[in-house]
């Protein structure tokens, strides 16, 4: 994977979101406090729709609140995506070579195959779920919880590694 985002870091200097990215004092830490906010957004939304799938919260319907908090996670993360751009852009030759940082990836490609996987098996389903989840669609939510709680500490040790 490295050298894909050694490509990507060059790329971004040479579009200069790089060079602006590590040339303002405020560059960095609003970028980075947008991506907290928008991985509160993404936890805070389906985590809560994950923790109701795997079995709190019994008397609300699951399907309306996947309905209303589907939307602020993907919010969420559409802000993470743009200001981890920003955030990558400010020090990406050395994010590249990161092994948390690649990690972190990971971590994120397979938390959104999780949520894809899940959103085309189990969406047509959850309106039913009167007594609960099939175990199956438990265990994925249970997965998401983890894998977006993984990415996300994964993101805040990059500092120390």
């Given at each position: 994977m490295e050298p894909i985002l050694?490509?990507?870091?060059?790329?971004?200097?040479?579009t200069g979101i790089g060079p602006w990215s590590r040339?303002?004092?405020?560059v960095y830490p609003v970028a980075n406090t947008l991506h907290l906010l928008g991985l509160v957004m993404l936890v805070g939304g389906i985590g809560t729709v994950d923790l109701r799938i795997v079995g709190l919260w019994q008397?609300?319907?699951v399907a309306d609140l996947s309905r209303?908090?589907?939307?602020?996670?993907?919010?969420?993360?559409v802000l993470m995506v743009a200001s981890g751009v920003v955030l990558f852009a400010a020090d990406g030759?050395?994010?590249?070579?990161?092994?948390?940082?690649?990690?972190?990836?990971?971590?994120?490609?397979?938390?959104l195959a999780n949520a894809a996987a899940f959103?085309?098996?189990?969406?047509?389903?959850m309106t039913r779920w009167t007594d609960g989840a099939p175990l199956a669609a438990r265990v994925m939510a249970g997965a998401s919880l983890l894998l977006w709680l993984a990415a996300g500490a994964s993101g805040r040790w990059i500092a120390y590694g």
């Open positions: 050694t490509a990507v870091a060059a790329w971004l200097d040479m040339g303002s004092a405020l008397r609300l319907p209303a908090l589907t939307p602020v996670a993907v919010a969420g993360l030759a050395a994010l590249a070579r990161s092994a948390i940082f690649e990690r972190k990836l990971i971590l994120i490609i397979a938390a959103r085309r098996v189990w969406n047509p389903h």
